[in-house]
């Protein structure tokens, strides 16, 4: 199935698995539109995502960034190929909010409906920036939710998990030692630019690893060596040097995050390395990945942080993919499903 | 005209596409209902479908949509009012809400006499809204304890209606509890909803009642959604 003028089918993406709404519309791998609504103001307070809160602010913004989204896309209705939505992994109440609004706009337009995995739409949004989707290739996914590093055979039917995180995910770790060291939540962008004026050499944290699984993260052990480091300075009556602790503890991350990944591709012959998630827009972790991937003979493939954090165009880029490879629509009993295994 | 209404507020998901005449009355074409537990958003766009296929109609004769906005269980709750707003919006017809308790309370109607319509809302708490010999609310809806709201409608009404008149029957000893049509029925939200129809009135922000703020404590980790 193709759109207008045989470009490729046009798809609009709907994304809600955590506290982002996001509704994407591209036609084969072009952009066309990246309409977001981000709760993240009102989980602050909380310091992390609070699931109701998130649920709640993704119906009320649910038609208005649809309506954004085909608005500057500049099509209607009757353009669209298909509907795709992220049917899982991610928070249970949030993800069903999408579903249902995907499920309700394909009986009303009478167009088929996709249910793609999370995971594998930060890993086809790639396409959207960079063209066709080397496969396979190793994927490094990097969140708050989530730290994964995949192979990826074909992004719409065959994924295959080689290790993710055995306690806190990327990104939650840089929000609990932006708590530690007195920055906003979300931590992330905080550290990075806080650790732009640090030393990365000026603590040794350490690199967790994970026994018997080489692909693993773990940060729950540097969270708390981050956290003893800066009580024992507090505690001793000491100024605690923030961008140097930032900028050690971000080099420790994803010193670890490239070391594996690179890992990963070697061990598998693979060439392409493609990395996302809202932990992928951290500066340092693009300049090491591209400096390792270099030295290594890996093509190192960064979509721009705009499409790393979670949005619908990366769920409309995997369902226009699934169009175009001919996988059969979801059934309208698809379940919203918190776990959603890869394929 | 043809109007599709449905509900989610109860473990009960109801749907029905209904022909609404120029004075709003109602004739039902199709009906359905599942007992969702909370699989509310695996059951109602297929029930929707097959009461469109029942009727032998197509989503483009649809000229407006009805939706129950609770109070009831926050997700399941949800899942009624966006698939509602969403085929509105996308078929570009209006959407109109109503009050569950008032659909609930819509099929009791015949018989005299004041009415209390609970339904579950967990915690030990129950929904509830009071309705006079008229059928007009004159209290709630509101979220309270089961014992709190027996003492408050003692005397006040002649029956008690509703999924938490039997769950709760110790609340409610005393009362006559009404165990016909304990749940919301999508065809009662389409006659409430038939005379904003029929004279094309704008649609409705469809807003849930909520009742209750949320739950504002962060989860410990969000490590579950990696994949297993
Ligand atoms: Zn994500």
Redesign the interface.
Known sequence: MTGPRGLGPLVLGIET??DETGVGVVRGDELLADALASSVDE?AR????????A??AH?EA??PT??RALADAGVT?SDVDAIAVTA??????AL??G???A????????KPLYGVNH?AAHVAVDRLANGDLPEPCVALLVS?????LLVVPDVTGTVE?LG??V???AG?AFDKVARVLGLPFPGGPHIDRAARDGDAAAIDFPRGVVRDAPYSFTFSGLKTAVARWVEARTRAGEQVPVDDVAASFQEAVVDVLTKRAVAACRDRGIDHLVIGGGVAANSRLRALAAQRCEAAGIVLRTPPPRLCTDNGAMVAALGALMVERDVAPS??????D?????A | MLLLALDSSTPRVTVALVDVAADATVRVLAEHADDAGNRHGELLAPAIQRVLATAGAAPTDLRAVGCGLGPGPFTGLRVGIVTAASIADGLGVPAYGVCSLDALALAHREQPGGLLVVTDARRKQVYWARYDEEGRRVDGPEVSAPDDVAAAARGHVDRVVGPGATQWSDAFAGFAIDESDPWPQANMVARLVAPRAAAQAPTEQLTPMYLRRPDARPPTSLKAVTPR
């Open positions: 698995s955590c989980h909380f310091g992390g995502v609070v699931p109701e809160v649920s709640r119906l649910m038609q649809v309506h209705w899982g992994p991610g928070l249970a109440g069903l909010v579903v249902a609004a499920k309700a706009y394909a009986v009303a337009l009478g995971l708050g939710g989530h730290s994964s998990p993710q995180t306690d806190d995910a939650e059934p309208l009993d698809l379940p919203a918190p776990a959603l295994a890869l």
